[in-house]
């Protein structure tokens, strides 16, 4: 059901989301058809072309909970929001650590597509019951002897990207020309903050659960000094005080005004 | 490495006060190196809503049955299981759980059965710790593993099977199921099935002693006299005499079985742990119905 | 993945458990717990409205109401019981809004189906089968079929 409907029987409890930029004040609960549907007309890409980065914080910035994974700090509702993020995307995109560590499972619609400089995907979790065509690896041309040797029999589409050090200009390239103009990037941080700075990004979908994490991991890798500004298109916060957050960069510089 | 047992003069009258820890102790030695604190519940959730800080989880379900047959792990799985969780075989272990410690009994009476030897329960249980406004976490805590020795498990002493149970009749039977079960009235609709058990009653002689008698009313062990009293007075038990306790599956049963093997001394206590859903089940056993004890079938 | 006796709410059920892991399986169990909400006053009020479920060792009542054509199961359940909670929310949120056409068709299987067995034991999810079965049984005789 969409907007309070007052005689409508609660079923689920904490499962609210309330609208708050656009401050339309607009909420859904429960999860149904039509909830997701709320949901997913506000995170539709708005071009064909399109590479978002999603991801989830806690309020000190961490990527992960005390276990090292995200999964601590993610609930339904985010998990939800995921889910339609990724149905609106051709591929999802990861670095190869993140499969290793988060255990990965295969997207409903989307293709996972890894990017990996060594081909090594050992100690992931896909199973091995999954049509070759889903799982799509990206790797540098000038590395393809190693890559291919380490990827094995694994079933998977292999795609090379021109050159030895290829960047993210490349890999939203290579997916483009390979049917999948629409990207969400889940990270990890190192390959986040390489879109972040190579100014390769057209939304960022951030989720913040209200909790402090130590030890923290940020969110996204890099030890140059670097700002970028954002500005906020659209936030919503669910009943239990989870807040999801969609950006977009900014075409000026504030720090410079 | 064990940790030295709690001087409490609460629980010293009890044959074996070592067992027991109150919730005070627990609460002093959390971190303590050579103690494990371990929670097991009916519940399989309880844990992941909040649990004593560091304690680890072992549920009885999930992690002490074995999978495919109906009986507990063998030594290999039990030394797997707490290898994993971080427990040593010389660790002090100190259990508790939900519902006045049914499953903490139950899970006690399985590290029995493997030897393990420094295994204690917390008095009061989870309900108690709570009621005292102690610390909760939910906090999984991270020990490191460790290398526990696979140990054979030796049911001679402690498990009783149906047919140890059809050779005792006529010597002392505790039944601690809720005294509808043991008169076998039915308690649900005829319109759905009686769950676990085909036929409804007790096994022939034994006295109903419903498990919670134990339990004062603050949800501790009650003390040694009022112990004495229901089961040595009441159920008319005496030292020297083995006794076998059963239920519906083993583990209001394996309760009792602590309090008489543990706080009352009786030296061979069993637990039948197929209780009523195998007895209750099983063709041409003897079973009687009705609120009386009833008289041992004669031999053939 | 791809059951095809299952569709919607229950299907999306489904799916959101089966891709988690084992333990993040109870979590999210835990999330359905939590999500349970107290009954409405007018059946607070009356207990005598809702059925016990038997084959569940914590004490779950189970009330199911058809509106306009509509589902909708209420459950009550201790806190004590995370799990026996968790089990009524599911199925709440499951059949909440069927028609009951489509709750009569859930299969009585579909506590199976969420990849708990290994999680949570086939024995306690035994409860899980109890409450759908009596919650389809209580849509039967409102119906009158």
């Known amino acids: 059901m969409t907007e309070a409907d007052a005689d409508a029987p609660v079923i689920a409890r904490g499962t609210g989301l309330t609208e708050i930029v656009p ?22 890409p708005q071009a064909d072309r399109w590479l978002a980065l999603n991801m989830i914080s806690s309020i000190n910035g961490s990527a992960t909970g005390p276990d090292g994974t995200s999964e601590t700090l993610s609930n339904r509702t985010d998990r939800m929001i995921l889910g ?6 051709d591929a999802v995109l990861v670095g190869a650590g993140s499969v290793r560590a988060e255990g990965y499972v295969m997207p409903k619609t989307a293709v996972l597509a890894v990017v990996t400089r060594s081909g090594s995907l050992a100690g992931h979790k896909l199973g091995d019951d999954y049509d070759a065509e889903r799982l799509v690896v990206l790797y540098p041309a ?7 040797a380490n990827l094995g029999d694994l079933p998977c589409r292999r795609l090379a990207m021109p050159g030895n050090d290829p960047g ?40 913040v ?24 298109d659209g936030l919503l916060v669910d009943d239990d005080g989870n807040t999801y957050h969609r950006l977009r960069p900014d075409t000026q510089d504030r720090t410079a005004a | ?16 006060p070592e067992r027991l820890v109150s919730t005070a102790w627990v609460a002093e030695n959390l971190g303590r190196e050579g103690l494990v604190v371990v929670e097991s519940d009916e519940d399989v959730l309880l844990y992941e809503t909040g649990h004593i800080p560091g304690a680890v989880k072992v549920d009885w379900h999930t992690e002490l049955n074995d999978p495919v047959q109906r009986d507990y792990i063998d030594g290999a799985g039990f030394a797997a299981l707490l290898s994993k969780k971080g427990i040593s075989r010389d660790d002090t272990v100190v259990i508790y759980g939900d519902k006045n410690n049914w499953w903490a009994a139950y899970a006690l009476w399985v590290f029995s059965l493997f030897g393990h030897e420094d295994v204690r329960l917390m008095d009061g249980g989870r309900d108690t710790w709570i009621a005292e406004g102690r610390a909760l976490s939910t906090e999984r805590p991270a020990r490191p593993a460790t290398d526990y020795p696979v140990v054979t498990r030796d049911d001679s002493a402690l498990r009783a099977y149906k047919d140890d149970v059809l050779a005792h009749l006529g010597r002392p039977l505790i039944d601690v199921r809720s005294p509808e079960e043991y008169s076998g009235e039915r308690t649900t609709a005829p319109a759905y099935p009686e769950e676990g058990a085909l036929r409804a009653g007790h096994i022939p002689t034994a006295r109903s002693v419903p498990w919670g008698k134990a339990v004062a009313e603050d949800g501790r062990f009650k003390n040694v006299d009022e112990l004495s009293a229901i089961y040595r007075d009441g159920a008319g038990l005496t030292d020297g005499e083995p006794v076998i306790a059963y239920c519906r599956i083993g583990e209001r049963s394996s309760h009792t079985w602590f309090v008489l093997q543990h706080l009352l001394g009786f030296e061979d206590v069993k637990n039948y742990d197929g209780s009523w859903t195998e007895w209750g089940s099983a063709v041409r056993v003897p079973i009687v119905t009705g609120a009386e004890p009833g008289e041992a079938p004669q031999t053939r | 993945m791809s059951d095809s006796t299952l569709t919607g709410q229950a299907a999306e059920i489904r799916d959101e458990f089966l891709d988690l892991d084992l333990s993040s399986r109870l979590e999210l169990l835990l999330e359905f717990s939590n999500e349970l909400p107290a009954l409405p006053e007018r059946l607070a009020d009356h207990p005598e409205l809702l059925e016990r479920v038997a084959e569940c060792q914590a004490p779950v009542f189970i009330v199911v109401e058809v509106d306009d054509g509509l589902v909708t199961m209420f459950a ?3 806190p004590e019981a995370p799990t026996t909670r968790g089990f009524a929310s599911i199925l709440a949120q499951t059949l909440n809004g069927l028609t009951v056409d489509e709750a009569l068709a859930l299969p009585d299987d579909y506590p199976q189906m969420l990849g708990l067995s290994k999680a949570v034991s086939p024995l306690r999810l035994n409860g899980m089968s109890g409450m759908l079965q009596r919650a389809k049984r209580q849509l039967r005789a409102r119906v009158g079929r």
């Open chain 3, 76 to 78: 009550q359940a201790p």
């Open chain 1, 209 to 232: 659960a209200p909790t402090f994490v130590l030890p923290a991991r940020p969110l996204i890798g890099g030890d140059d000094e670097f700002q970028r500004w954002f500005t906020l």
């Open chain 1, 142 to 148: 000038g590395n393809e002897e190693q890559v291919l």
């Open chain 2, 1 to 16: 490495m064990t940790v030295e047992r709690e001087q409490n003069p609460e629980f010293e009258a009890y044959a074996h």
């Open chain 1, 84 to 89: 339609v993020i990724r149905d609106h995307a």
């Open chain 1, 23 to 44: 401050a339309t004040a607009s909420r859904c609960t429960g999860r149904t058809a039509d909830s997701k549907k709320w949901v997913s007309e506000r995170y539709r």
């Open chain 1, 168 to 207: 993210p200009a490349e890999i939203v390239e290579t997916l483009a020309a390979n049917g999948y103009p629409s990207v969400v990037c889940e990270g990890g941080p190192s390959l986040a903050g390489q879109f972040i700075r190579a100014g390769q990004v057209d939304a960022v979908y951030l989720s």
